[in-house]
């Protein structure tokens, strides 16, 4: 898979809604019923971030719910690559990048959605290939002020900004013409998941899902 066509995959899923739950999970037993209520709410694309021990098994779990894309979040290393794949992810999602990372995605021929937080680092990218890249940590890095003064000079490059993405500032991004989508946790609140309460998890999501863009 060349970049331009693993960018090329990333975009049709980032197309799918304007919000990807990033997804810690802690229990494979949530796996199915959260993934269920985000998909039912109109979000088909999840990422299940490689944060706990389980969540290979939460992929694995995931990745049989009908309607819905699953990926791996928070990938590292070329072993992550191959241990992703192996449980069912469709795309993969980095913090940074790292040539390592990208060529074992290529190779492995699995779409990536590589981070950025910095002009060069957006225009590396680029000149491998990737046009469409997640912006990280997106508030820390100028939020979406930043964006749009990045796509200003580069407007080649789609983003899907995450980190302290939030329903309170979701439309300011969303509203940028640089912006697939953005990546939030919001929808999927640790109470909520603890508590088995899939009806509220699927009514946030919901509402997500019809953030205009």
């Known amino acids: 898979m060349t970049p331009e066509s693993a960018s090329a995959e990333a975009r049709k899923i ?20 959260l ?17 706990t021990p389980v969540a290979l098994e939460v992929i694995a779990e995931m990745a049989k ?15 992550h690559v191959t241990q992703v794949i192996a449980a069912g992810a469709k795309f993969g999602v980095s913090p940074g990048s790292t040539d390592k990372v990208l060529t074992a995605a290529e190779q ?19 000149e491998r290939g990737y046009s469409v890249q997640k912006f990280f940590p997106a508030e820390i890095a100028g939020g979406a002020a930043a964006i749009k003064a990045i796509g200003a000079p580069i407007p080649g490059v789609s983003f899907c900004p995450t980190g302290g ?49």
Not at 14 to 33: G, I, N
Not at 39 to 50: D, F, I, R, S, W
Not at 188 to 203: F, Y
């Open 35 to 51: 993934a269920e209520a985000l998909v039912a709410g109109g979000l088909p694309a999840l990422e299940v971030t490689l944060r």
């Open 14 to 33: 980032c197309e799918l809604a304007p919000v990807v739950p990033v997804l810690v999970v802690h229990d494979v037993a949530h796996a199915r019923p």
């Open 108 to 126: 492995a021929e699995l779409p990536m959605l590589p981070g950025a937080a910095t002009a060069s680092e957006v225009m590396a990218l680029l």
């Open 165 to 213: 993405v939030s329903p309170g500032n979701a439309r300011d991004y969303l509203s940028l013409k640089n912006i697939l989508c953005v990546g939030g946790s919001w929808v999927a609140p640790q109470k909520l998941v603890e508590a088995g309460d899939w009806k509220a998890i699927e009514e946030l999501a919901r509402e997500a899902a019809s953030l205009p863009r």
């Open 65 to 79: 719910v009908e309607g819905g894309v699953v990926g791996a979040g928070s990938i590292l290393t070329p072993e």
